[in-house]
Structure formats: structure tokens, C-alpha cells
């Protein structure tokens, strides 16, 4: 063989493997390129190296030399492709790959979103921050005390009846004080706090309750309530009314009709029901009342010194009011065709 179409040879395949090493654009293809050039049976440059022996005796030592430093340059490449591939993968996003090129059109980037509810729940905060409320959280599982008996709901009342509730099984026992339970409301929370913090109080709390109700439009087994609870001195219903009016203006509209409806509540009394008016029908928002001062004196207050309201309201009826969603099934079947949309 030539002396030329040796150095020729030598020089193709130097340029070509440099461009495979170099544009690997990771461990795989280095590695396919590493086995083509540097394959010890039958890499092209253990190839080249056998043409070696076809060139005569006197070009050997020039083409020897040129051979070994090819060989040293395609090494130091691969190396440097190596080391390239292990630093980019440590920080992929300020490192661009061997085959990245920056004047490709970007794919779409889906970003994703809160959940409807948990944007509601936010927007909530809000508005009862800027009325002075501070956000309190309160456990799922909740114990008959705060379910209901400090929220005077005795054991013979129907509220408390295991169709009616999620008892949690593995927590039965013969005694009722310390069965546990899925909480039906949040007014846990405001035992909770009450117990806790001395007057005056003013808190609301965000959180899911669960009741056995079979799903339909308007049902789901669990759901969210906005707990709040005002207590100090001189509390009348007059503020109760104001709060509740002044948050459904803020969240719905300020076109938004409500209105109050007397109710019963065990731990409130005087108790009212809050509706709003949507597609030509009243729909219940929540419940409400003042505090009853059997609740007061169960955490230790004392009904003669401190009044205060509480009221629970939906916070999927909020949301699916403000939305016009007409589905409450549609918020917990996370099709992204449909969460997209908010
Ligand atoms: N806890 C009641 C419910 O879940 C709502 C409520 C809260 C009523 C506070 C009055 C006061 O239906």
C-alpha cells in the first residue's frame, strides 16, 4: 500500500471519529462510537494499524508515527467525550448536550396548574386574610371529643350514627371516647383552637371532611370546608351577617344575591343556613351561627365574658359556582382536559 493512501486513510478516519465522539449525545452513543473506532478486534483502527504491514519497509517508520499519533489523538477525544457526557448529566440544564443546537424551534412545554380546588382554597386565604382571619390546620382523623361532643353533639344524637360516619375499624373499641373517625366537619378546629388559645379568636381553617354520601352532581364522599370562627367580646349576628356578606360579595361578585335561612346547628344558636342564588335555584354555601355557650364552656370559656359566631361553608360549591361547573364529580376524575381549563 501507498504511503499516501495510507496517511490518507489515517485522515479520514481521525476526522471521523472525532466527530462521532464529539457529537455523542450520550453513554450509549459514545459508546457505539468507542466500539467502531476503538474496537480491539475490529475497530477501524485496529484496521488501519494491519494496513500497517502493507507499506513498504522504508515508509514504515513515517507511517508508524503518523499511526500512533492519530491513535493518540482519537484517544484523547473519546476521553474528553467521556468527561463531557458524566459533567453534563450531573447538571443537565446549564450543561447543553454534544448535540444540542440552539437555533432548533423549542418543543411545547406543557406547564402544569393548582387543581381548581386547592386555587379556590388560596383565593380564600386571601380574602379572609384581608378580614383578619389567620389560616389554622386541623387533623383528618379526629376523635369523638372533637367531632362531636365539645361541639355538643351527644352519643344518642343521629349525627354520630357509623352509618354516617367513617369510623376507622382498626381503631374500635367497646369504649366511644376513643373510638377515631374521618372527620365529618371542620369544626373540629375550632375546639382545637379554642382550647388552645385564649380569647379572643379569629381563624379559619381549609381542609377536606369525608362523609359516606354516595357520589352524584352535587355529593361526594369527601370534600372541602372553610371553618371560621370569631370570638371576643360583644360578638353579635350583626357581624356574623356582615362577614359572611362581605366574603360572598368578595368571592362570587359583588351581583351575587344571598341570603339567610334559619337552621339548627347543636353548636350554634341562634343557627342560619347561607344560600346563593344560581340557574334559578337556592344553593346552599354553608351554615352558620353563634357560637352556643355549651361549646364555649366545653373548652374552658366563659359564655358571660365572650360571644362569637362560626360558620362551615363548601368549598367545592364555591368553586363550582365561580367556574360554572355543574359536576362535582368532574373535580376528582383528574382528566387533564378538564383541569386544564383553570
Ligand atoms: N359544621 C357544619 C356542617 O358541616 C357547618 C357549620 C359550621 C355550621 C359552623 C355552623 C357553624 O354542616
Sequence with gaps: MALTDFLQNLDEL?????????????AAALEAARIEFLGAKSGRLKTTQKQLGGVSKEDRPVAGKQFNETK?????????????LSSSAASP?????????ATLPGATFRVGRLHPITQTIEELKDIMGRLGFSVVEGPEIED???????????????????LDNFYLATAQTSNHDEMLLLRSQTSTVQIRVMEKTP?????????RVYRPDTADATHYPMFHQMEGLLIDSHVTMADLKSVLRLFATSYLGSDVHIRFRPSF??????????????????????????????????????PEEVTG????????????????ITDIRELYKND???????
Design 93 to 101: 440544564v446549564d450543561k447543553p448536550q454534544g448535540n444540542f443546537d
Design 265 to 302: 346547628f347543636p353548636f350554634t344558636e341562634p343557627s342560619v343556613e347561607a344560600d346563593y342564588w344560581w340557574n334559578d335555584n337556592w344553593i346552599e354555601f354553608g351554615g352558620a351561627g353563634m357560637v352556643d355557650p355549651n361549646v364555649l364552656q366545653a373548652v374552658g370559656y366563659d
Design 199 to 207: 380569647p379572643p379568636v379569629r381563624m379559619i381553617s381549609l381542609g
Design 144 to 162: 369523638n371529643w372533637h367531632n362531636f361532643e365539645a361541639l355538643n353533639i351527644p352519643l344518642e344524637h343521629p349525627a354520630r350514627d357509623p
Design 14 to 26: 481521525s476526522t471521523a471519529a472525532m466527530a462521532m465522539f464529539s457529537s455523542a449525545g450520550d
Design 336 to 342: 387533564v382536559r378538564f383541569l386544564h381549563q383553570f
Design 72 to 84: 493518540q489523538k482519537i484517544d484523547a477525544a473519546f476521553k474528553e467525550a467521556q468527561q463531557r
Design 309 to 324: 359566631f362560626a360558620f362551615g361553608l363548601g368549598v367545592e360549591r364555591l368553586c363550582m359556582r365561580r367556574h360554572s
